[in-house]
């Protein structure tokens, strides 16, 4: 009888180094982005109660650059009002969430880089430690920039425009615009972690950056334009310029963190030639 052939089929190459743990079905990246935002409200939860035990001294820190812009306009004394008897506690609440987050952030951001690290180059993932310092420090830092410039700065022009009227600020409007200015700017000032992102999955580049910076300024001025609480082009230049420079900053973050996926790619177009 004819000896039968047997033919051998071909191994598959195992999987490199910079190419483990990248795999997951639909399901499961559904099940790790629950138990992500499950652990994320957990410490937010845990800083909220931390907080609401000190609200009485930060509501005298968020009330702080409106007794200035008072006093700068002769209307030292005046206090913000309220229209509803459990308006005040819910104030508490809610001031307490805002600095929970504030507080929270590490935590949150470390949360973010779990979900998203595993579709990352083994090399890649080592950046945990700077992304989660770096990005809980840029949101820290717009939130004290807007605090202690951008928000008194369009509280003054707010107050001196209107220096005919007598004042009535109710604590629910000031908060809303206060946390929209705070949270506002802490959310931009994470533009670099953005582009870092972007730069590492190789959908933005720092070519791609520079090669559209004059779209990028319009969208900037844009976005002050609604940001900004006042109408004047002081304002609005507050608030545009550390996004321009955040913008220029985002342009290294893409040149530096997208050299390891270019370098890939050019050994990949070696071996194939």
Known sequence: MPEEVQTERPRRRAPSEDQ???TMSFLEHLQELRRRIFLSLCGVIVAFTVCFGY???IYAFMSRPLKAAFAAHGLAGQKLVYLNPITPFNLYIKLALVVG???ASPWVL????LFISPGLYKKERRYVVPFVLCTSALFIAGGAFAYLYAFPIALNFLIGYAHQFQPQVTIDEYFNLFTTVILGLGLIFELPTLIFFLSLLGVVNARFLLKNFRYAV???FIVAAVVTPTADITTML???TPMLALYTLSIGVAYIF????????KAKRAAAS
């Open 218 to 220: 319009l969208g900037i």
């Open 110 to 113: 470390y949360q973010v880089w």
């Open 55 to 57: 609200a009485n001294q």
């Open 20 to 22: 483990l743990g990248g």
């Open 238 to 240: 507050v608030f545009a």
């Open 101 to 103: 987050l504030f507080l």
């Open 258 to 265: 997208g050299k390891d996926r270019r370098d890939r790619r």
